[in-house]
C-alpha cells in the first residue's frame, strides 16, 4: 500500500532502474531502496532538500567547490537507476536547471590552481557515451595542477554492460580513480564482479563508498560479506557513510551509535584492507567528518553535535525516539 501511495504521489524525485538491476526488485534487503515508499513522502525534522548545503558552494552551473583543494564536477543530472536514498535528489533525473556548456568549469578549475583533485558526479558520469567522457578528461588532464580525476559511479551494479574494454582503457589513459557504490554484497553478481574485474586487469584504481542503511546492511554480517567481496574484485572498501539526511529519508537511517558499534566490530574481527572509514558527511556543508567513537559527539536533544577538520560544529539529526537502545549489532 505505501508503495502504491508513493508512485501515485509521484515519490520525492524519478523513479527509474535498468533492467538488468530490476532482478533485487523481490530481494528482501534491497527492494525499498529501489521502490519508492510512502515516508518518502514527507520532510521530516532535521531533513533538508539539500542536506550537504552544495548550492551554498556553487561555482559554476556545473561545480561545487567546498573543500580548498578539491571540487565536485556535476557532469549530468541522469542515472541509469535512482536510488531512492540519493543526497541530491534534488536534482538527478530532472531537466538540467542550468542549461551551459562545461567551458565555465574548465576556465573556474584552471583559475585556482588549488584545485588538485576533481572528482566527476552527477548523476552518474559513466552513462555519458566514451567520446563525450573523453572530451571532459582530455580537458582536465590539460591542466597542470590537477594531480587526480575521480569518477563516482554506481553503474558496475547497476549496468555493469556498460563496463567495456574500450571504457576500462580510456579510463586507464587518462589516470583515473573509480568511487564505486555499493550497498549489499547481492549486488556483487556474476555480471558485476566481471565488470569489475575488467577494470582492474587494466589497471583502473577503484574504491568502494557504501551507505549505512537501516534493514539492508546494518548488521557486521552483511557488512563483513560485501567487504570482503569488493576486495575479491580489487575494490577498495573506502568509505561506510551515515546516511545524509535527506527529504524522505527517515526510513533509510540507523542511530549513529549503530554506526559506531558496527565500524568498531569489523576492527580487528576482518582483515583491516576491508575495513573503511566510517564517516558522517557534515549536514550543511561541513564536509566528511571520521567518526571513531562516541567520544566525538554530544547531544542536543534529537541532534548529535560534532566538529568538522576546522574545528566548526555541525548537527546530524539522530532522534532518540525513532533509535531504541536495544539495536543489537549481528
Known sequence: MSESYAMEQGASFSIGITPYYSQHVEHPA??????????????NPGE???????????????????YPDKVL?????????YCRYCTRSRMVGKPQEYRSTYEETYKYIEQHSEIRDVLISGGDPLTLSDAALEDILIRLRGISHVNIIRIGSKVPAVLPMRITPALAKLL???????????????????????ACNLLSEHGVSMISQTVLLKDINDSSAALTQLFYGLIQVDVKPYYLL?????????????????????????????SGLAVPQYVI???????????IHSSQLKREGDDLLFENHEGKIYRYPDPLKAHQDNEVVS
Open 30 to 43: 534491497l527492494r525499498k531502496t529501489i521502490i519508492p515508499q510512502e515516508t518518502e513522502c514527507r520532510l
Open 48 to 66: 533538508w532538500t539539500d542536506p550537504l548545503g552544495e548550492e551554498n558552494h556553487r561555482a559554476t552551473p556545473h561545480l561545487i567547490h567546498t
Open 73 to 81: 564536477f556535476l557532469a549530468t543530472p541522469f542515472c541509469s537507476t
Open 172 to 194: 586507464r589513459r587518462y589516470r583515473v580513480w573509480l568511487s564505486l557504490h555499493f550497498i549489499h554484497e547481492a549486488e556483487l553478481t556474476e555480471e558485476t564482479r566481471f
Open 242 to 270: 551515515q546516511c545524509d539526511p535527506v527529504k524522505g529519508s527517515a526510513h533509510f537511517r540507523t542511530s549513529v551509535k549503530k554506526g559506531i558499534e558496527l565500524i568498531r566490530s569489523l576492527h580487528g574481527n576482518i
Open 281 to 291: 558527511d557534515a549536514p550543511g556543508g561541513g564536509g566528511k567528518v571520521p567518526i
